[in-house]
């Protein structure tokens, strides 16, 4: 799919994802190798992001399937339409038990979720499992199924194996440990917060009308802000919606009154907000 | 990106590769580190796909597929420094005058230029940190470097640098300080990878890697814990804890099944004519055991004590009671502090030593008197049910051990355990009662998060 790093990294950007050489490198080896990237890090860093990046380069379809506690296999595999199914049981055409039956488990009934999905047909695919860490650990268990031998049995159907791998990215925030055995299947790639550069470079292509010395601004504060103890260290998501907040309040420089009523876009917490207060000097007023 | 000047040197060959790449991956298990035949076969294909022109993304490519969580990282960059040098041997030229030096150093950290800095960071070890009879001979020293080349001074000079070329202006300008502060940190850990790589050069890599790099955050001395590493300790706290009653609920179950009651295995076979036909099981009693902890917070010792208590916090509905005390000099019950604790442990400690009386006309532990006053004040918590573990390193300070005090506890209690987080080598010098105290109550030598975790498993009552 690339021909080297440098292609990644430019490709993606055509697309509007700036890749740090980290996450540049790890695309380019996730595809050379053949195997499943799983991507960790805080919130709001572009883990989501950066595989709708990856399958718009390859002109592939983002197949997704969003974790969450509960999700099972009718919702990652596929499942019987049951609705479907006794209509047709009901409509009752002139035909054995037999002979019904095959019908109705026939792929006229079936639904297929994301992780079937993903592994049919030839058409290129990026498959992402997105927050895994939210998911139930037997759900890992089906999905190192899948990511080994990109098959699947279906009794009624038989097995469906992959033409074509997907090429797959699983997200993960880590409020919970993967298994071990899941993190052997993948390149793992941990995407932290972007350097003052990179950062500036995000937020003037995510925001057009910020200029280049208030985005200097900008991302300056975030930096010194993940500098602090604070419960929850300001992502970038939060830098470009704190850009844009300052863009509609009409800010063309950063002072304390303009920073003091915003920062709530940047910070979560009301205790960090205090804090943040006192450390930026904007009590002082 | 691909220039020679980023690459990797020494190596010119693929066998030359595969070798290094070996012993990299051996210096990173023992280490700790599991890696598989698999992602050492991943390694050499990403080696292969990335060439060696770009030391940087090797970097990358070597993590992505050797590591599987980023606890792991902070060790293997180091490693990887040691086994895929920047450069080798010493800078070409001629040494550059101290003032130069700190003057092109003020340069790169104005325009927070890495690049720049890793390479003055190459030129201050070459010429400063050499020590011995000509400089080098005997060894490289990143302390005498940082020593020499100050570049802590450099502080006010930078500042003013970027002033003066309008370079920090309006609101933001509050936080230069504080950035130029960041970057003359990153500056002294270059100066350290830089000093221990010239050390590896002469004694030979796998000995360095082996002594020389910090450990996992579960292998660290809780003695020597630096801030950052007490605080990913304290992210281990949860994980662990959940391993921990896994392990224990297991136990607890092994035990519940319980051995043969003869007596009414006897007493069932009557019906079958005396012969045994159905071995009846112990039932033991359901009631889950009582745990107390006794810990010194002293400075000292503050690290272990506080993992070790928002452990067994997080570990509490394993128990029908949990009470914690802390002591310096004087004893506190803290038990409604640790469980608020849980919202915000890095403040514990320090709101255990704000609000807890701790300490009485001096500040430094005296084991003899929280002790004695343990005993005396608190006596009832300790019962034929419950097992209470001292944590504390047994330095008494010169006083009085007051050993009839652990007697006393040792005779209420069910089982009382000591875990001393010094080495045992050093039990008993200077003014270490350890010896004393070991002979009267089972102490465990218990200096990192994986001992910690090891003694919990096995003796925590179940
Ligand atoms: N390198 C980047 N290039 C372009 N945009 C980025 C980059 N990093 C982050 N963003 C932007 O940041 C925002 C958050 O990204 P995203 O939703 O992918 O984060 P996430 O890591 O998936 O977070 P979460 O864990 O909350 O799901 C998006 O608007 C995205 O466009
Ligand atoms: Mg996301």
Redesign the pocket.
Do not use: F, H
């Given at each position: 799919m690339f021909t080297s790093v440098d292609d990644v990294a430019a490709r993606l950007a055509e697309t509007?994802?700036?890749?740090s050489p980290a996450v540049a490198t790890t695309v380019f080896l996730a595809d050379r190798l053949g195997k499943p990237l799983l991507v960790e890090?805080p919130?709001?860093?572009?883990?989501?992001?950066?595989a709708k990046a990856v399958a718009q380069v390859a002109g592939a379809r983002l197949v997704r399937l969003q974790c969450y506690e509960g999700v099972d296999e009718s919702r990652a595999l596929y499942e019987w339409n049951h609705a479907k199914q006794l209509l047709r049981i009901s409509a009752g055409r002139d035909e054995t038990w037999d002979e019904t039956r095959t019908d109705i488990f026939s792929e006229e009934f079936l639904l297929p979720r994301p992780l079937l999905t993903a592994i049919r047909g030839d058409d290129p695919k990026v498959l992402l499992i997105d927050?895994t860490d939210k998911a139930d650990v037997e759900v890992e268990g089906l999905l190192l199924e899948v990511l080994s031998d990109f098959q699947v049995t279906v009794p009624e159907l038989g097995t469906v194996t992959a033409t074509r791998r997907p090429f797959v990215v699983l997200?993960s925030?880590a409020s919970r440990e993967l298994s071990e055995a899941l993190r052997r299947r993948c390149l793992f790639l941990h995407?932290g917060f972007?350097d003052e550069e990179l950062e500036r470079r995000?937020v003037r292509?995510?925001v057009p009308g910020l200029d280049e010395a208030l985005a200097r601004s900008v991302v300056r504060v975030v930096g010194a802000l993940r500098a602090m103890d604070l419960r929850k260290l300001p992502s970038?998501?939060e830098t470009?919606d704190w850009a844009r907040t300052l863009i509609a309040l009409g800010a063309d420089t950063l002072d304390e009154t303009v920073v003091r009523d915003s920062l709530g876009v940047l910070l979560k917490h009301q205790e960090d907000v205090l804090k943040a207060t006192a450390k930026l000097d904007l009590d002082a007023l | 990106m691909t220039s020679p000047a980023t690459g990797v040197t020494g190596v010119t060959d693929g066998t030359g590769v595969a070798d290094r790449l070996t012993s990299l991956v051996a210096a990173l298990r023992a280490h700790g580190i599991r890696i598989g035949t698999g992602e050492t076969v991943d390694a050499a294909e990403a080696v292969a796909a990335l060439g060696l022109t770009d030391r940087e993304l090797l970097r990358e490519g070597l993590a992505a597929t050797l590591l599987h969580s980023p606890a792991q990282r902070p060790v293997f960059d180091p490693v990887f420094d040691l086994y895929f040098p920047r450069g080798v041997g010493a800078p070409e030229g001629e040494a550059a005058g101290r003032d130069d030096l700190r003057d092109r150093l003020a340069s790169a950290l104005a325009a927070d230029d890495r690049a720049l800095m890793g390479r003055l960071a190459v030129e201050a070890v070459d010429g400063y940190g050499g020590y011995g009879s000509s400089p080098g001979s005997d060894g490289w020293s990143s302390y005498q470097t940082l020593d020499r080349i100050r570049p802590q001074t450099l502080l006010a000079r930078v500042r003013d640098e970027i002033r003066a070329r309008g370079g920090s202006a309006g609101f933001a300008d509050r936080l230069l300080e504080d950035e130029i502060r960041r970057r003359i940190e990153a500056f002294r850990a270059l100066v350290v990878a830089e000093a221990r790589r010239r050390v590896a050069e002469r004694r030979g890599r796998d000995e360095i890697a082996r002594r020389a790099v910090a450990p996992t955050a579960d292998r660290v001395d809780f003695l020597y814990a630096g801030k950052a590493q007490v605080a990913e300790l304290r992210r281990a706290v949860q994980p662990l804890a959940r391993k921990l009653a896994t392990r224990l609920a297991a136990r607890r179950r092994r035990a519940a099944r319980g051995s043969i009651d003869l007596r009414r295995t006897l007493r069932g076979s009557l019906s079958t004519g005396g012969v045994p036909m159905k071995p009846v099981l112990r039932r033991r009693r359901p009631a889950r055991p009582e745990l107390v902890l006794l810990c010194d917070v002293s400075g000292s010792v503050s690290g272990f004590s506080d993992f070790t208590m928002l452990l067994v916090q997080a570990l509490h509905d394993q128990f029908s009671k949990v009470r914690v005390f802390a002591f310096v000099n004087r004893v506190d019950e803290v038990t409604g502090m640790l469980v608020h604790g849980r919202a915000d442990p890095q403040g514990l400690g320090s709101r255990i030593q704000a609000e807890a009386t701790l300490t009485g006309w001096h500040g430094s532990s005296d084991y003899g008197m929280a002790l004695g006053e343990f005993a005396e004040r608190y006596g009832d918590a300790v019962g034929p049910r419950s097992t209470v573990f001292v944590l504390g390193d047994a330095r008494t300070n010169m006083s009085d051990p007051n050993l009839a005090a652990v007697r006393q506890i040792r005779e209420r209690a069910r089982r009382v355990y000591w875990l001393n987080p010094e080495p045992m080598s050093s039990w008993g010098t200077g003014d270490s009662a350890a010896p004393e105290y070991a002979a009267l109550v089972e102490m465990h030598e218990c200096r990192n998060a994986r001992q910690l975790s090891e003694l919990v498993a096995r003796l925590l009552p179940v």
């Open positions: 509007g994802y700036l890749a890090g919130a709001g860093v572009g883990k989501t992001e950066l927050e997200t925030n995407i972007p995000i292509l995510k970038v998501a470009i | -």
